[in-house]
């Protein structure tokens, strides 16, 4: 199973949050900067995440984001399941897809349904915290990061 690149930058954006800002706000263009990513991008990412209750937005000219939650209260899974846009791993999956002949009868179907339920079943037993456990390395790539793209 593949990850689409927005919920890549949804839970990068979070680790960056949750190991950074503890004591000031961010803006999206650091974040931008740090990853390497087009700004445009991240802009709607904060935007969602921001809509699902993951981070709090603040306007303005010294304004930016931060978490609004306690990274052990932000659970990878749910993330995962709240921005991925859906779960098809074949097409039998997709109840607008007319396009597999067998799939009343195949049971590949529900062999690829048990490992999607066991895959999201593993996600979410970690939470942002378990990602961040490592705080001081990453902080120490992301200043190295910011360094080299100044």
């Known amino acids: 199973m593949r990850l689409t690149s927005y919920t890549d930058y949804s839970i990068r954006v979070l680790i960056y949050l949750a190991t ?3 004591d000031r706000l961010v803006n999206i263009k650091e974040i931008a900067e740090v990853y390497q990513i087009s700004k445009n991008h991240l802009t709607k990412v904060i935007y969602d995440l921001g809509k699902l209750g993951y981070i709090e937005t603040v306007r303005g000219r010294n304004g930016g984001v931060k978490l609004a939650l306690e990274p052990h209260e932000i ?3 749910e993330v995962i399941q709240k921005t991925e846009d859906d779960f098809y791993m074949a097409a039998c999956f997709d109840p607008t897809n007319k396009g597999c002949i067998i799939s009343s009868a195949c049971k590949l179907k529900g062999i690829l349904n048990k490992a999607v339920s066991s895959y999201l079943s593993v996600l979410e037993q970690y939470s942002l915290a378990d990602i961040i456990e490592n705080k ?9 990061q910011m360094i080299k793209t100044r």
């Open 20 to 22: 950074l800002s503890e």
């Open 75 to 77: 659970n990878i899974g």
């Open 136 to 144: 001081e390395d990453l902080q120490q790539l992301f200043q190295k």
